[in-house]
């Protein structure tokens, strides 16, 4: 082979080992620096099943047992009390993008149907009030927003930076919603409105509710209507007023009856007034009543989980038609099972 021939093959060679190693090297600082992705911030885990737990002819899986969500770590917005100082004056309100109209409440309604009728939340109706009372009372007026959020009464030394990072919003959002710029600052006592957000204040029987709501399910499954509620009322078979100790829910005779919590069964069989009754000891010192039932499936002593089927619905015991009665008691005292579904 001719020199130059051999020449141009190595000069070939090594231009090619050298663009081998360029194209390494890149690679490399490229998966040097290109970040990972990462993985999901949030993962729902269903707990499963445990062995022993009743078949599908006995049980059905409409309500699960336990859901565990798993988040990144993150500071929890702080709840505190309102006190009676508390109120939000009009006349000072700073906000360009929302409506506030008055509404009295009539009979028939409760603070539920009223948000539900003005499309935003039992979140924002306490937003709008902060005194609102537990218990509703015809002819109480109410602040109705016509968006879903929160006002704010500006306190002494608050900065919309401030306002923002109580609710977890961007501090654009304070300022854009409630026109504050360099010419129209904020002052103390300003009425701010925060879009989007549930309130940081509300009256503790509000806080408390909020706290413990969910530990029950419905135990129909269907998130239906109660005919009769905890507290005074008139018998229905003798016209006497007497204290009812649950709440009866509206059913059809056989409808389907579930554990409104996981626990133990500790009473079944027929009991007085209660017809037929199941009686399930949960965590914490509450123990859940189902009366009335036609048909009861559990049995004593065993263990059951939220949604498991239990009885049938009835027209046993002191009854004037079919109906579930739904009661709980907390360390052996009947409290309103409402604010705990």
Do not use: C
């Not at 599908?56 to 006190?83: G, L, R």
């Not at 401030?162 to 501090?171: D, F, P, R, T």
């Not at 026109?179 to 309130?199: A, N, S, Y």
């Amino acid at each position: 082979m001719p020199l130059f021939n051999r020449r141009v093959v190595r000069f070939l060679l090594l231009d090619t080992l050298v663009i081998i190693g360029l194209v390494g090297l890149f690679a490399a600082v490229n998966h040097a620096f290109v970040p990972r992705q990462s993985g999901l911030s949030e993962r729902i885990l269903i707990t499963p099943e445990p062995s022993g737990a009743p078949n599908s002819s006995q049980a059905s899986s409409v309500i699960p047992d336990k859901i565990h969500v798993e988040t990144a770590p993150e500071k929890s917005t702080e709840i505190e009390e309102t006190s009676a100082s508390d109120s939000i004056d009009l006349k000072h309100l700073r906000a360009v993008k929302v409506k506030v109209t008055t509404h009295k409440i009539e009979m028939g309604e409760n603070y539920w149907t009223i948000a539900t009728d003005n499309q935003i939340t039992i979140y924002t109706l306490i937003g709008a009030n902060p005194n609102l009372p537990f218990k509703a009372s015809i002819n109480q007026a109410l602040n109705i927003l016509s968006r879903k959020g929160v006002f704010h009464a500006v306190g002494k030394g608050e900065t919309t930076a401030s306002i923002a990072a109580l609710y977890k919003v961007g501090e654009k959002i304070v300022k854009d919603e409630n026109h504050i710029t360099w010419w129209k600052r904020l002052h103390e006592g300003d009425v701010l409105f925060v879009p989007d957000v549930r309130p940081v204040r509300m009256p503790k029987e509000w806080h408390n509710y909020f706290a413990n709501r969910g530990f029950f399910g419905d135990p129909l499954a269907t998130w239906g209507a109660w005919t009769s509620g905890f507290g005074l009322r008139t018998d229905p078979l003798t016209g006497e007023e007497k204290h009812h100790k649950g709440i009866d829910l509206r059913a059809k005779y056989g409808d389907a009856v579930y554990a409104a919590a996981s626990g133990k069964v500790i009473f079944t069989g027929v009991s007085g007034g209660y017809g037929n009754l199941i009686q399930i000891k949960h965590a914490q010192g509450y123990i859940s009543f189902y009366g009335h039932l036609s048909k009861i499936y559990a049995k004593r002593g065993q263990k059951v989980k939220r949604g498991t089927l239990i009885g049938r619905v009835g027209a046993t015991g002191r009854v004037t038609g079919p109906h579930l009665h739904f009661e709980i008691h907390k360390n052996g005292k009947a409290i309103n099972p409402l604010p705990l579904i």
